[in-house]
């Protein structure tokens, strides 16, 4: 079976990769390998996907999801039989200050997605979407039968935008898609603008911390390991139309279509100053605090009901927290040599 990774140089895309060699499926990768961060850690990236044993069946190819022609071409040489599509600009904050980038990655870069899948008979497309969709929702766990019209940044607008646009795809072409909306993702080689790769260099350096919303944001931290092996096993199992699904009373996570929805975190919410106490405990120092408002964009609390998707696919995610921020300091300081 012949696998493609989009954003195969990013966090939980390189981790996919390596984790399919694991299972020694055949892997291409492709990624633009832009500079929203750090390249070099990018690069890395691909290049320890490069070190497993069984690194003779990838591939990378440096490319932009959003390169109609690029992408047609791909997907005509490769004959994929299914594709993880982790490629996008992500950042909620980024998408204030520049939008377009998220429709050429985001909205653009899935069009041509589809069109790849649709063209060449993928037996089933699994796609990227983002615990963001839920916006301005406040109520608690978040269910993939909630209403989710209500975005609070263009980033979580794109990815519902993808949601629907894949439920076009499956119910005029019979394309298999499943969207996973990811909660907070952390762990080894995780990505620089995000929180726990932020607070671990900040203490690191006994520099201060900014903490916004003055700490009571909740989230829904899900370690890298939990979080791959739920992608991997949706991919496996392939999106199957609702034969239940009524119209009158529509499940927006299923369909008549092969069209599915799931929400895939710890549902575990913790508390931002307990997260952080989390790191100071692993790095045995303590943190000097900057006490900030909610920033534009951002929601207090994030908290993922995976129920679906653990009778679906027998998702669960079985590390712990003071575990996985083990892991990643641990390599944080390897890596950094700190």
């Excluded at 497309?125 to 909630?146: C, H, I, K, Q």
């Excluded at 935008?161 to 080894?188: C, D, I, K, Q």
């Excluded at 920033?295 to 129920?307: F, L, R, S, W």
């Excluded at 027998?314 to 575990?323: D, K, W």
């Amino acid at each position: 079976m012949k696998i493609l990774v989009t954003g195969a140089a990013g966090f939980i895309g390189a981790h996919t990769a390596r984790t399919l060699l694991d299972q020694d499926f055949s892997v291409v990768g492709i990624d633009n390998v832009n500079d929203y961060y750090d390249i070099s850690l990018k690069e890395a990236r691909v290049d320890w996907v490069n070190t497993h044993q069984n690194a003779k069946h990838f591939s990378f190819i440096k490319m932009d999801v959003a390169d109609r022609s690029a992408m047609e071409a791909l997907f005509v040489e490769h004959q994929f039989d299914r594709v993880i599509h982790l490629a996008a600009q992500a950042g909620v904050r980024y998408s204030i200050e520049n939008p377009h980038a998220y429709i050429d990655a985001n909205i653009v870069g899935f069009m041509n997605i589809l069109e790849g899948c649709r063209n060449h008979k993928v037996e089933h497309l699994v796609y990227a979407s983002s615990s963001s969709v839920y916006g301005a929702n406040e109520a608690m766990p978040f269910s993939v039968t909630d209403n989710v019209d209500h975005p609070v940044s263009l980033y979580a607008a794109s990815k519902k935008a993808n949601e629907l646009m894949a439920h076009t795809y499956s119910h005029l072409y019979g394309l298999a898609t499943t969207g996973l909306r990811f909660f907070t993702v952390y762990g080894p080689w995780g990505r620089p603008d995000m929180a726990p790769f932020k607070f671990t260099k900040a203490i690191s350096e006994d520099k201060p911390i900014d903490v916004y919303n003055f700490g009571n944001h909740r989230r829904d931290f899900t370690y890298i390991d939990d979080i791959v092996a739920g992608v991997i096993s949706s991919t496996m199992h392939t999106a199957q139309p609702n034969l239940e699904w009524d119209g009158k009373q529509p499940d927006p996570s299923t369909s008549k279509a092969p069209y599915r929805v799931y929400n895939i975190g710890a549902q575990t919410p913790v508390h931002l100053l307990t997260f952080i106490e989390t790191i100071e405990n692993a790095l045995g120092k303590k943190a000097e605090k900057n006490m900030l408002p909610m920033q534009p964009g951002d929601v207090e609390a994030t908290y993922a009901d995976v129920e679906s998707l653990v009778k679906d696919v027998g998702y669960r995610p079985s590390v712990s927290l003071e575990q996985g921020i083990a892991e990643f300091v641990a390599w944080y300081q390897g890596y950094y040599k700190s």
